[in-house]
């Protein structure tokens, strides 16, 4: 009689332990999940940090030495958790989903208000890779389930990777230039969450306090959704803050983030948030980069041939028009956006006279350096005016190599002349010499000048021709002009000594000198300050 009482218990335990539980395939896909944003996280970091801070490659360095260091941390501390692998895992996605999802919004927010945004940025470096380094020793525990030990470690490692190679993949071609940083880091916020919700669900009998866990995955994806739609005001929150000025315009391009303030008559371009032009005093800069090197230029029958390099913004090309005798320019400009955006705003397209609509202007929205060697065949140039930004990361540093000068000179005529823009002689001096011995050292001869500019401070130039020249005393006549004056010009090729940089060496591809000039310079500036 007991047997038959007794028989019912065992069935009913084992009834509830072998209840349907997701597959490996599906524990597999949540690897490729976990560690896809894993990586986007580690890569928005890294970008925000180099629009932020700058000099990209130690920006990157330093994001992805903290954050392999706190992975390698997280694997570490695994070894420490023994029981409810399945909720701590539901635990530490919620932890990734939100300190990773809005990592972003935050880096944003904290270069506006704070007065340093670096702690910020490696104290979330340092939070989510420790998560992230202890989710996949879990995984690996979870998914082992009396199987091989070498089985598992290869598919789950196997999937681990080909995650990363997802989100390497992704996020330059798709990711940043649809998406921008901000949704990116709140789109895997949500991944990540969708995980733990699906972990809570999927795994519920080995979860301990189910119900905390599983309010708390959907409350963390309901904030992060909230945080997607809401992220355009995010951005311009965070840019509100940061500009003076009530920002009008605002978009994150394939390449760039463009901002456009406007204050009464003070219309204001920032790049990735440095300032580019001030409509108040921009005619200062352009005349000074532009009047001085048409001066010198040979004089053409059918007209000079102008290229110019970068200058996407037309204004550059609003003074080149000023002088009749121009038949062509051909203008290089990475960004599309950038020359469709002056070519068809009303109020940008009234600071350029629509020069951008000049029949004689041809643009081409290609990398300089691409470009110069793509068209080495092509016949030369009487006049090239480089307009680009600052030398402030390795890839725009390649753009005043040795070897780039070269290219140039490879493209003017025999007696054509270059101008170029060449950042501050006060606040960067180093940088500005190295730029001019640099040319130098392309083969051409320079003659270095600087003007005033209050938007900016003192602003440096090189003219530089194949030939030896003196500076011009004389600007071509008949050309009307809002700053620059015959009576001026032998003082713009004047230093005074707290301008001047000896010592300095040659920028090449293989070390990028200039770069660590400019970065230094300027933050013996700040201090000095």
């Not at 706190?70 to 399945?86: N, T, V």
């Not at 041809?362 to 691409?370: K, L």
């Amino acid at each position: 009689m007991d047997a038959p009482d007794q028989s019912p218990a065992p069935e009913r335990a084992p009834a509830r332990e072998v209840q349907p539980e997701p597959s490996d395939r599906l524990l597999l896909a949540s690897v490729f999940a976990v560690a896809t944003a894993g990586l986007v996280y580690e890569l928005v970091s890294a970008t925000m940090a180099s629009y932020l801070l700058g000099d990209s490659v130690t920006q990157w360095s330093l994001v992805i030495g903290v954050y392999l260091s706190a992975m390698g941390l997280g694997s570490w501390l695994s070894k420490s958790i023994e029981r409810d692998l399945h909720g701590r895992f539901v635990t530490l996605q919620l932890g990734v989903a939100l300190i990773g999802g809005f990592s972003a919004p935050l880096l944003f927010l904290g270069f506006a208000k704070l007065a340093s945004v670096r702690p910020l940025l490696f104290g979330i470096l340092a939070v989510v890779g420790t998560f992230v380094g202890l989710e996949i020793p879990l995984l690996l525990r979870i998914l082992q389930r009396d199987k091989p030990v070498k089985d598992v470690v290869a598919r789950v490692l196997a999937f681990d990777y080909i995650g990363a190679l997802a989100a390497s993949v992704a996020f330059p071609l798709l990711l940043l230039p649809h998406l921008g940083l901000v949704r990116t880091s709140l789109l895997f916020g949500l991944v990540n969450a969708t995980v733990a919700l699906w972990f809570v669900h999927g795994f519920a009998a080995h979860i301990i306090a189910l119900p905390r866990r599983k309010a708390a995955a959907w409350a963390s994806a309901a904030v992060l959704a909230s945080g997607f739609v809401g992220a355009g005001w995010i951005e311009r929150f965070g840019e509100a803050e940061l500009y003076d000025a009530p920002v009008v315009f605002s978009e994150r391009t394939p390449y760039q983030r463009l901002t456009i303030t406007r204050w009464h008559d003070d219309v204001r371009l920032y790049i990735d948030g440095n300032l580019q032009f001030s409509s108040l005093d921009e005619h200062r800069y352009h005349e000074a980069l532009v009047h001085p090197v048409l001066a010198i230029a040979p004089r053409r029958p059918d007209g000079a041939r102008v290229l110019v390099l970068g200058g996407g913004d037309g204004l550059a090309l609003r003074e080149i028009f000023a002088h009749p005798e121009i038949a062509s320019v051909d203008l290089v400009d990475l960004d599309a956006r950038v020359t469709d955006l002056f070519a068809q705003h009303p109020v940008l397209r009234g600071l350029n006279n629509e020069a951008l609509a000049d029949p004689r202007v041809t643009v081409h929205n290609a990398d300089a350096m691409e470009w110069l060697v793509r068209t080495r065949g092509d016949p030369p140039f009487d006049v090239v005016i480089v307009d680009l930004p600052d030398p402030n990361n390795f890839s725009l540093g390649k753009l005043y190599t040795r070897a780039f000068y070269r290219l140039l000179a490879s493209r003017l005529t025999a007696d054509g002349a270059l101008a170029i823009q060449a950042t501050s002689p006060y606040l960067a001096p180093r940088a500005f010499w190295c730029i001019a011995k640099t040319i130098e050292a392309a083969g051409l001869y320079t003659a270095p000048y600087h003007v005033w500019v209050p938007s900016f401070g003192d602003w440096g130039y090189v003219l530089a021709r194949a030939q030896s020249f003196t500076p011009p005393a004389r600007l071509v006549p008949g050309v009307q002009r809002r700053f620059l004056t015959e009576e001026m010009l032998p003082a713009l090729f004047a230093f005074p000594l707290d301008e001047r940089a000896d010592d300095v060496g040659i920028n090449q591809l293989n070390d990028q000198l200039l770069v660590h000039y400019y970065e230094g310079d300027l933050s013996a500036g700040i201090r000095r300050g």
